[in-house]
């Protein structure tokens, strides 16, 4: 009875409770009864168990109460933990910058600080905890805040927005009204959440098209400077046949209004006067150029002559990637002439004295012969010119049509590359008429070939490895008698040839002895030259790469390097084999012998002369590539360099040493300038007052008024050798003179 009186499963207070009773009446069955029968006292053994087992009962029950308490102490502990580490983790991302929002692998927003969609209120206010993406994603859309792109609708924007959700990593920019930029970043965690960063880009986005503009303005002032420099009349139109650029000398040429030359004026507007059908034509001179502009598939280009007026016009035009195209009109009224009257004349001397016919056909021969070269600069120097303005112009627009799209660096370097290639044909064109005219004026002194070549050895050098040629310059002591100038444009037209028509294998460059000369000698092993064209290669406008762009050159390299060693009087050799490569010899008298040469800078760049010789310039830069280009660029104008890394090291550098520096150079990175004034302090405090100059790319006018108020000289990157050196004479003692 006692085994099924006591549920198992009872608590264990009722369960005591009922042994408690069970006990107490076989306590009092055994009292009353009178006989000592073994029933009785086996009652009593059970009653004894009973009470053990209560006991015991107690026990487990003291002792599981006893857990359960600790448990909760546990727990309580636990929660306070948790409840601490919420607290810091959002006190932690309160102190984030940016604005920080976290949406966990449901994506459900579980935590965001003060300042995310801080820029945005009426999503601000509109963000509570469990907020899903996407409906935090309508809610950005549908924000009045919000600036949507040209042709962009709230839902597709929504749609692109979550579509780059997917992506692991997503970095963009959002523009909101009143010109404010905020960049996006977001975040996978480990655990499937997601982590957005939200910073606010305007200031940089000011600053960069601040910047941008002033570039384009820059670009646009050269480039307009550039074409108002050519002789040629100039006109520029797009795909549509819109006029977008112009120089002075169409309107003088055709005789064309001012008022019909604006920006977007159609191609039948601007040349009216010169159309056949088109309203006040007085002619169709300009008919091909019509036809060929309006042709569903024009050809690369047409060039024919046109009468305007008493004047005849050479009238060059070619297309343009972008499918516009470039006009160029070109007086040649007196070479037409020329030919007319040379031809009249040429008809009455045969009329009258025949034996005089061969004479008087060479005549014409030479005259035409001198026509079509002039033919031929007029197209090339045309055509090679507008290409590269072309390029930087298509540069530029490409970053005003789409700014975010492009690298503004990128797209700068690329248009200042075109315009260096303009230059570079200019100063071609310029070398080429100052030795056709003979106006270059020679200083024949005694030049250093070791010095020469080493020079261009470091000058052509980077451009050979680019292309994977071993560029090699023998090392020579000779000494020749030339003018400097002059005859290292030769060598510099020579190995630029090599190196451009070599595509593998290498460039050798020496010098040997070869009685009273030197001979000077370039070896390339290129394709070689065949035997019917080595007279031809002399020529100008002539190359035997006729695919070659005008960023590789116009073919005036080897008539300028004809023309100058026969200006020098130097012997021109050409020796070459076909597979093989190619030889260019110059041969020019040795100096006397015994003579040192002066070793002059043939960049035309500032050179101290040698009353630099035993000055000491102390240098400090943390990097070492401008650090070791810095020394050896001082070197070279005669000053003894010490390098330093920091101050630290400078400051131990001239303990060790105990000398005084002539000059101290410190240059710092972009965020560390005021570091390295106090750089220079701390050197003046140990050196004493020496001249100093501060080389940094943070050109801020605190910076410069700093730099000012503590007498250093402020020069900013990129660096400019002239400006340090004139900072050197400027402030070294006895005032060091430029040579």
């Not at 600053?207 to 100039?234: K, W």
């Not at 019917?532 to 695919?547: D, G, I, W």
Request: with cysteine.
């Amino acid at each position: 009875m006692i085994q099924t009186s006591l549920d198992p499963q009872a608590p264990l207070e009722q369960r005591y409770e009922k042994l408690l009773k069970i006990t107490s009446a076989l306590m009092r069955r055994v009292e009353q009864s009178t006989a000592g029968s073994g029933a009785a006292y086996a009652q009593f053994e059970r009653s004894a168990r009973l009470e053990k087992e209560v006991r015991a009962r107690t026990s487990d029950l003291n002792r599981a109460l006893d857990l359960l308490n600790d448990s909760n102490a546990r727990l309580a502990k636990a929660t306070e933990t948790a409840r601490r580490a919420q607290t810091d983790l959002a006190n932690a991302i309160e102190t984030v910058k940016e604005g920080f929002g976290l949406f966990d692998s449901d994506d459900r927003l579980v935590m965001y600080n003060s300042r995310f969609c801080a820029t945005i209120g009426d999503v601000k206010s509109r963000l509570v905890t469990g907020l899903s993406f996407d409906e935090y994603v309508d809610l950005i859309a549908a924000s009045t805040h919000l600036a949507l792109p040209p042709g962009e609708t709230k839902q597709t924007w929504a749609a692109n927005r979550r579509a780059r959700h997917k992506d692991e990593h997503v970095n963009f920019s959002v523009r909101l009204a009143g010109e404010r930029w905020i960049q996006v970043s977001e975040h996978r965690t480990s655990a499937g959440g997601t982590v957005i960063l939200q910073t606010d880009v305007s200031d940089i986005i000011r600053i960069e098209r601040r910047e941008r503009e002033r570039l384009l303005d820059d670009q646009a002032r050269i480039i307009h400077a550039t074409l108002e420099h050519i002789s040629q009349g100039v006109a520029i139109f797009d795909a549509k046949a819109r006029l977008v650029g112009w120089n002075t000398h169409v309107s003088e040429l055709l005789a064309i209004p001012i008022t019909r030359l604006w920006l977007g004026a159609p191609f039948t507007t601007v040349f009216a006067g010169m159309l056949e059908n088109a309203p006040g034509a007085r002619g169709g001179s300009l008919d091909p150029l019509h036809r060929w502009a309006y042709d569903a598939e024009p050809g690369p280009g047409v060039t024919f002559d046109a009468r305007c007026g008493p004047l005849t016009l050479s009238v060059s035009a070619r297309s343009m990637p972008d499918h516009g195209f470039v006009v160029s009109f070109s007086d040649v009224t007196a070479e037409r002439e020329a030919v007319r009257v040379t031809t009249e004349a040429n008809e009455i001397l045969e009329r009258r004295v025949a034996e005089r016919t061969a004479e008087l056909s060479e005549a014409v021969a030479a005259a035409e012969r001198a026509n079509a070269t002039k033919s031929r600069f007029v197209a090339a120097a045309s055509h090679d010119l507008l290409q590269p303005l072309s390029a930087a112009k298509l540069y530029l627009s490409a970053l005003e049509a789409d700014p975010a799209s492009v690298s503004v660096r990128d797209v700068a370097r690329k248009a200042q590359g075109a315009l260096g290639s303009v230059e570079a044909i200019l100063d071609a064109l310029l070398e080429m008429s100052r030795l056709e005219s003979g106006a270059t004026t020679l200083e024949i002194a005694d030049v250093s070939l070791s010095a020469l070549m080493r020079q261009l050895a470091d000058e052509f050098g980077p451009l050979a490895a680019r292309k994977g040629l071993d560029l090699r310059v023998i090392p020579s002591s000779g000494v020749i008698r030339t003018d400097a100038k002059t005859f290292r444009r030769v060598l510099q037209n020579l190995i630029a040839n090599a190196v451009k028509y070599t595509v593998s294998g290498r460039v050798l460059i020496g010098a040997r002895r070869c009685g009273p000369l030197w001979r000077v000698e370039v070896h390339d092993t290129g394709p070689g030259i065949p035997a019917s064209q080595r007279e031809n290669v002399f020529k100008e406008f002539r190359r035997l790469n006729a695919t070659a762009s005008a960023s590789e050159g116009m073919g005036l390299g080897l008539a300028i390097v004809e023309r100058a060693c026969n200006l020098l009087r130097h012997r021109l050799d050409l020796h070459s084999v076909e597979g093989r490569g190619t030889c260019f010899a110059v041969s020019a008298y040795a100096a006397a012998a015994g003579v040192q040469p002066v070793d002059k800078d043939q960049h035309g760049e500032f050179v101290c002369d040698s009353e630099l010789s035993g000055r000491v310039a102390l240098l400090i830069d943390p990097q070492v590539a401008t650090r070791e280009a810095l020394t050896a660029l001082m070197e070279c104008w005669g000053l003894t360099t010490l390098e330093a890394a920091s101050g630290e090291e400078a400051e131990a550098l001239l303990e060790e040493i105990g000398i005084v520096p002539d000059a101290v150079l410190v240059a710092s990175r972009h965020t560390e300038a005021r570091a390295a004034i106090q750089t220079i302090r701390q050197l003046r405090d140990l050196a004493g007052p020496v001249p100093a100059c501060l080389i940094t790319s943070d050109r801020s006018r605190a910076n410069q008024d700093a730099c000012a108020a503590e007498g250093i000289v402020f020069i900013a990157k990129p660096i400019d050798p002239a400006a340090i050196l004139t900072a050197l004479c400027s402030d070294l003692p006895d005032k060091l003179k430029v040579a």
